[in-house]
């Protein structure tokens, strides 16, 4: 993944620091995490053996993110096309990234046989070099090795509440959202979560104000808010808080999480 000036680099350093639970704020604390260009390291190259998903569990893997119409659909590592195909089949926006240039021929001819040449398309290009930002859901059957590899970018690069769903292997520590079993096959569903983690100044519905801190990881975050523990969870740019036994839900920005009569604006 090409850096594109040192702000940019800068930036995707800080959250991916914060998601990966490196530091609590927009700050220090990311250096045992991130070094050099502000990216994590990864191998040039990966050979990945082509091991076609079945069918059902194709459709299961689109079934548990909800893939419809209004979606943008990137398979990393598309072989035949299967994936992306199904997908256009439900209405999605389709493109699947393949190295290999014979299985990218053989999935342009699956998809115009199907006649989803338009809906879903086909390049061959190393997955580690693909835009990823205009997704919606991100699909992959990878390795395990390659999953951890692509783990950064798909945190940093793709916008909260993108679906990722991968077929077999999952995401080390960072922990599903949603997992199933079709076929004796495991699928994980994640969702990239907004970067909430840092100091908030929060004002609740009775009109009390302090300072919230929450440290992030993944999805999980815990604090503090006026000397009361803080735990809860995100699912993209939703946040559900507990503090002091009374439940806050709102919606995660860069600059301001919005809530029913509270909110909150970043700090730091």
Same mark, same amino acid.
């Given at each position: 993944?090409?850096?594109?000036?040192?702000?940019?680099?800068?930036?995707?350093?800080?959250?991916?620091?914060?998601?990966?639970?490196?530091?609590?704020?927009?700050?220090? *604390?990311?250096?045992? @995490?991130?070094? $050099?260009?502000? @990216?994590?390291?990864?191998?040039? /190259?990966?050979?990945?053996?082509?091991?076609?998903?079945?069918?059902?569990?194709?459709?299961?893997?689109?079934?548990?993110?909800?893939?419809?119409? /209004?979606? /943008?659909?990137?398979?990393?590592?598309?072989?035949?096309?299967?994936?992306?195909?199904?997908?256009?089949?439900?209405?999605?926006?389709?493109?699947?990234?393949?190295?290999?240039?014979?299985? %990218?021929?053989?999935?342009?001819?699956?998809?115009?046989?199907?006649?989803?040449?338009?809906?879903? +398309?086909?390049?061959?290009?190393?997955?580690?070099?693909?835009?990823?930002?205009?997704?919606?859901? %991100?699909? #992959?059957?990878? &390795?395990?090795?390659?999953?951890?590899?692509?783990?950064?970018?798909?945190?940093?690069?793709? +916008?909260?509440?993108?679906?990722?769903?991968?077929?077999?292997?999952? #995401?080390?520590?960072?922990?599903?959202?949603?997992?199933?079993?079709?076929?004796?096959?495991?699928?994980?569903?994640? @969702?990239?979560?907004? !970067?909430?983690? $840092?100091?908030?100044? #929060?004002?609740?519905?009775?009109? +009390?104000?302090?300072?919230?801190? &929450?440290?992030?990881?993944?999805?999980? !975050?815990?604090?503090?808010?006026? $000397?009361?523990?803080?735990?809860?969870?995100?699912?993209?740019?939703?946040?559900?808080?507990?503090?002091?036994?009374?439940?806050? /839900?709102?919606?995660?920005?860069?600059?301001?999480?919005?809530?029913? *009569?509270?909110?909150?604006?970043?700090?730091?």
């Amino acid at each position: 993944m090409a850096a594109h000036g040192g702000s940019g680099v800068k930036r995707r350093a800080l959250l991916l620091a914060v998601l990966l639970g490196g530091c609590s704020a927009y700050g220090d *604390g990311m250096g045992d @995490i991130l070094r $050099g260009t502000g @990216i994590a390291a990864r191998e040039p /190259t990966y050979d990945v053996p082509y091991v076609p998903t079945p069918e059902p569990v194709v459709d299961a893997m689109l079934a548990l993110a909800e893939v419809g119409p /209004t979606d /943008t659909l990137i398979d990393l590592g598309s072989g035949d096309g299967r994936i992306a195909i199904a997908a256009a089949r439900l209405g999605a926006n389709a493109r699947g990234v393949e190295i290999d240039t014979t299985l %990218v021929e053989r999935a342009r001819r699956n998809a115009a046989l199907h006649g989803l040449q338009d809906r879903a +398309r086909f390049s061959a290009a190393n997955l580690f070099d693909t835009p990823l930002r205009d997704a919606s859901v %991100v699909t #992959m059957y990878l &390795l395990p090795r390659i999953n951890m590899a692509l783990r950064p970018q798909l945190l940093t690069e793709l +916008r909260p509440g993108t679906r990722i769903v991968t077929h077999a292997f999952d #995401m080390g520590d960072w922990q599903a959202d949603e997992w199933g079993l079709v076929a004796e096959r495991s699928i994980y569903l994640y @969702i990239v979560p907004a !970067v909430a983690g $840092g100091n908030w100044r #929060m004002t609740l519905p009775d009109g +009390r104000s302090g300072v919230l801190h &929450l440290d992030q990881r993944f999805q999980f !975050v815990t604090g503090s808010f006026d $000397g009361k523990l803080v735990a809860g969870r995100l699912r993209g740019t939703e946040l559900d808080v507990v503090i002091d036994g009374a439940s806050y /839900t709102g919606s995660v920005g860069e600059a301001a999480i919005t809530g029913k *009569g509270w909110r909150a604006t970043r700090v730091d």
